[in-house]
């Protein structure tokens, strides 16, 4: 069993920079492909990024790619989401999300998630 708690979301301007924060319990979670999907208001929830276990292997979502930056921690539990380059179509609640298999994640059907936390980006 994982349990996610996100942090770090809030306001900002245009062009501004977030740093979102996932912390995970359960002793396995260095076992976990772990990821960030966000969710606008009125659609559907959608793929951020995703990092294997090792931190070795990153995918980003082409509307983020070269934006965001996903990494982990193994030691603290810990998986983060840089945010920079923030436009006002990246306003959603962010949510952590963890599986056991890359693939799974990536197609939007991970194990665990998180409550969320909202970004809001002003124009």
């Known amino acids: 069993q994982v349990q996610l708690v996100e942090s770090g979301g809030g306001l900002v301007q245009a062009g501004g920079s977030l740093r979102l924060s996932c912390v995970a319990s359960?002793?396995?979670?260095?076992?976990?492909?772990m990821g960030w999907f966000r969710q606008a208001p009125g659609k559907e929830r959608e793929f951020v990024a995703a990092?294997?276990?090792?931190?070795?292997?990153?995918y980003y979502a082409d509307s983020v790619n070269g934006r965001f930056t996903i990494s982990r921690d193994n030691a603290k539990n810990t998986v983060a989401l840089q945010m920079n380059s923030l436009k006002p179509e990246d306003t959603a609640i962010y949510y952590c999300?963890?599986?056991?298999?890359?693939?799974?994640?990536?197609?939007?059907?991970?194990?665990?998630w998180g409550q969320g936390t909202q970004v809001t980006v002003s124009s």
């Open positions: 999300a963890a599986d056991g298999t890359w693939r799974d994640l990536i197609d939007g059907y991970p194990d665990y």
């Open positions: 359960g002793r396995t979670f260095s076992s976990y492909t």
């Open positions: 990092i294997r276990w090792s931190g070795g292997n990153t």
